[in-house]
């Protein structure tokens, strides 16, 4: 009974064993090499971050205004579609479609998106189609189109948004 007192944890006993020291070292070890695995992806692996990026607060305020100033005419407040874009569908006098978690700018990536409002023309699957007579680009810098790019994510769904992501990624694989 008085043995087990005198080996019970916390007891003085000098240094510690040498077998935790040794884990000390391996728990080290193992720590370092995750760390430098989680880098080597995160460095290598096309970023999650992308250009644009709808917790950028500034990007999305830029985003917004440029909305509203070239695009809110056409594609209805708050992104929401003019209100007759159902009734005009597949018409001459398509109106502007919804941007927001009602439309489908969630099935382009994020290129895809970029060069539909740079030049007019939206590539989607093996499908090109003029959406717009003029080009925006020369009217609506690059860092506008991508801040208006995070503004329609501000809106999709978690999972639109993760599903986009995907396509992106995706996209920039075949790419490389
Ligand atoms: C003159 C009206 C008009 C203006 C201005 C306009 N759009 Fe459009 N846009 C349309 C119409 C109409 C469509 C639908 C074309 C179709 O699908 O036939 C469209 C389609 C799009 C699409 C493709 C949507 C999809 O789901 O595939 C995007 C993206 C888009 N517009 C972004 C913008 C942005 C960004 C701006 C401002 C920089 C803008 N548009 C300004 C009328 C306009």
Redesign the pocket.
Known sequence: MNDQANTAPGAPSGEAPASSRAGLWVGLAVTAFCIAVITYIAVTRPTGTSLADAENKAQVDLGRV??QQ??M???GERLKGKPTWHRTIKSQN????P?NAD???W??SDQR?FS??ATGV?V?GEKT?Q???VP?AGT?SDDEIWA?IAYFKTTWTARQLHSQQETTLREMGQAR
Do not use: E, S, W
């Open positions: 440029t909305y070239h695009c005419d056409c594609h398509q109106a502007g479609t941007l439309g489908v700018t099935h382009l998106l539909a409002i939206r989607k189609k959406i717009h007579d925006f609506v208006l």
